[in-house]
Structure formats: C-alpha cells, structure tokens
C-alpha cells in the first residue's frame, strides 16, 4: 500500500484542479451590451448543462462593493423566479436568447448591472440562494453565487460556443483591456 507523508498530501491537494476546473469548460462573454468589463462566465459541463456567472472581470466583484439586492423580476408580465420545469426533457422552462435578462443587480453605490444568458436555451433554474444571501455572488461566484443553470437545445449544443471567448481569448481581452486603460491614466 502507497503511503503519502502529510507534506506530499497537502501538495496533491493543493495541485489539484478544483471541481470547476474539473468537469466544465469555461467560456466568457465580453462588454455585455457594450458595456466595458460587464463580463459574463458560462461554465458549460460535457452533459450540455450551462451554469452562468459573473467573470472575475466584472465591476461588482470589485472596488469593494455590496450588494444592496437580486431582482429576478425582468419585467411586469416575466419574473425569471416563475420558472418551472418538469420531467425529463425540461419542458416549461422559459426560453431565452443570447441577450436575454436573466436579473438585476444593484449596489449599495446605487450601481446596477443587468445580467443576460448569454446563450440560447431553457432556463431550469435560477439560484434563488443569492436573494437570500447576496455576499455569495460575491463571495463565491463559480460556485454557490451563480445567477442560473441554462440547457440549450440538443441541436445547438455544439454552436453556442460559436460567440463566446475561450478562456485563452478571454485573457487576451483583459491584458489588452489593461494595457489601455494604463495608456489612458
């Protein structure tokens, strides 16, 4: 039987890819709505399953703010909350396209933030946990402090990484995005 020392466990274990890293791919989506550094995270797993979150880009995850509140209510007649789905293939969950809203963040500085899907598919499930607990969006944005879990069409499953950056494309927008704004000051 192979034995570690605690050194060599706590190096293992230090060296090891997270669940995140793991099992989904990441894909990001830049400059939402034109927006500079409003950047969305899709964490896509191999079942096709898309997790959205915030980038660690994105403003709110900086410069010290709080959130002050979540509002999944997109609009009088479409709270993303009354999303319900139902047997296997997820039928009644609400359909969303690329730049569909999924919620809107404000902070305590009054900032708001709209979030979008970023890709076309069924809501199953938005994450109520943050209403409740909104320092988890900040806190913990991969994983507790997601906005919501998307599945997109069977057919499309393959395309929808068509718009997104990969995370190699992702960084190369962020140093650039850094060179810039030091060029500017």
């Given amino acids: 039987m192979f034995l570690m020392d605690s ?28 927006k500079s550094c409003e950047d969305h995270c899709i964490l896509q797993h191999s079942n096709r399953i898309c997790v959205i979150t915030l980038a660690e880009t994105h403003p709110i995850l900086h410069n010290g703010r709080t959130i ?6 997109i609009s009088t007649g479409c709270s993303r909350l009354k999303n319900k789905v139902s047997g296997k293939s997820k039928r009644g969950g609400q359909f969303l396209t690329d730049f569909a809203p ?15 899907s970023c890709i076309r598919g069924r ?9 409740e607990t909104p320092s988890l969006l900040l ?35 962020v140093s650039k995005r850094s060179v810039t704004e030091s060029q500017s000051s």
């Fill in 102 to 116: 999924l919620c809107r963040i404000t902070c305590t500085d009054e900032s708001e933030y709209t979030i979008y």
């Fill in 7 to 34: 050194k060599e466990q706590k190096d293992t274990e230090e060296n090891a890819p997270s669940v995140i890293d793991r099992y989904y791919t990441r894909w990001y989506r830049t400059d939402l709505k034109g």
């Fill in 139 to 173: 806190d913990k944005p991969f994983t507790e402090g997601y906005i919501a879990v998307i599945l997109p069409k069977f057919e499309e499953s393959k395309s929808i990484t068509e718009n997104l950056l990969s995370r190699e494309e992702f960084e190369r927008v």
């Fill in 123 to 131: 809501l199953l499930e938005v994450n109520e946990n943050i209403l």
């Fill in 68 to 73: 002050k509140s979540i509002n999944y209510q």
